[in-house]
């Protein structure tokens, strides 16, 4: 696993979540590379904490998720728990429940993210992929929902986030099948945005993230929020918000910042104001 420089580690669940913060750019890791980063639910909650911590660090502008290990992002829900937690329908639901809060944090989150895959991205796994606002792979990287091969359902949101990516038929022949795909299948879908070989991935992550860090937040967050907007149904969409993230940006120094910067020749240095 590559090395961050300049940072300090904190761990959640037992070390199986970390989280680093370094030049505005957040990194939580799943850690649990022995059973292929697979998410028990004390790691759910671990990377809650985690997510939460780095949305309320204001240094932070961006999050990068990625497993440890080399094999796996996630290899999914631990299944070994399924037997005491997840048994039936009532066992079901407290689990969906405790698991489902930490995705809604993912999926409401204020700054951007980026899922930084190698190796086996299944189930749960491929939900909190889904759940990223961008998805950088790795060559050697596997993708594939098994619900059919385990008996479970899949649920709205998992496949709502699917259906958006990939469109209906090939949902359908991902989750009637459960099949596996490669990286090149899942660039040719949509599922992620860009493949890279194995060893370039944290590299390209990183340049990706350090680029979004520098440019103005405010204009980040107008973009991220109007797409989701955008995603919803038309007589859902919230069209204030966006027209007062627009008036924010119009009105906030980093425009000032940005303009300025423009016409000096140089860098701008925004402030998120
Ligand atoms: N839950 C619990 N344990 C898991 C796991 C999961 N989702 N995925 C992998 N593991 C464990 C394996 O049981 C094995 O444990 P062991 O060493 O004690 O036998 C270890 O991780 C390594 O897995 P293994 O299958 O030997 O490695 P592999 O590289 O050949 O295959 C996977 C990796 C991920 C393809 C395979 O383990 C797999 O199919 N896992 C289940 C995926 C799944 O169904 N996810 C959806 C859950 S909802």
């Known amino acids: 696993m590559p090395e961050i420089s300049n940072t300090t580690e904190t761990s959640y669940a037992d070390g199986k979540i970390l989280r680093h913060a370094t030049g505005g750019v957040g990194v939580i890791t799943f850690n649990n590379p022995d059973k292929r980063n697979a998410m028990s639910l004390e790691m759910w909650e671990g990377f809650g904490e985690a997510l939460t911590s780095l949305r309320d660090d204001a240094a932070v502008r961006v999050v990068i998720l990625r497993g440890a290990g080399g094999k796996a992002f996630v290899s999914g829900a631990d299944i070994s728990q399924f037997e005491k937690t997840r048994h039936n329908a009532a066992a079901s639901a407290e689990y969906a429940k405790r698991s489902a809060a930490q995705r809604v944090l993912l999926a409401d989150y204020p700054k951007p993210t980026i899922a930084s895959i190698q190796g086996f991205c299944l189930g749960g796994g491929m939900q909190v992929a889904m759940l990223a606002d961008i998805r950088i792979a ?3 990287s596997q993708f594939g929902i098994p619900a059919a091969r385990l008996g479970i359902a ?19 022949l991902l989750m009637y099948t459960g099949m596996r795909i490669d990286s090149a299948e899942a660039l040719r879908i949509g599922l992620v945005e860009r493949v890279v070989p194995d060893d370039q ?26 797409i989701a907007e955008v995603l919803k149904d ?4 919230d069209m204030d918000a966006i027209k007062a993230i627009g008036n924010a940006c119009m009105d906030s120094a980093d425009f000032r910042e940005g303009r300025q910067a423009f016409m000096e020749k140089r860098k701008p240095q925004f402030q998120g104001r």
């Open 138 to 140: 790795a060559h050697a």
């Open 154 to 172: 899949y649920g709205y949101d998992g496949l709502r986030h699917l259906v958006s990516l990939v469109g209906p038929s090939w949902a359908r």
């Open 201 to 226: 991935l944290w590299g390209e992550t990183m340049a990706i993230a350090q680029g979004i860090s520098e440019n103005a937040p405010l204009a980040i967050k107008a973009a991220k929020l109007t």
């Open 234 to 237: 038309e007589g859902q969409r």
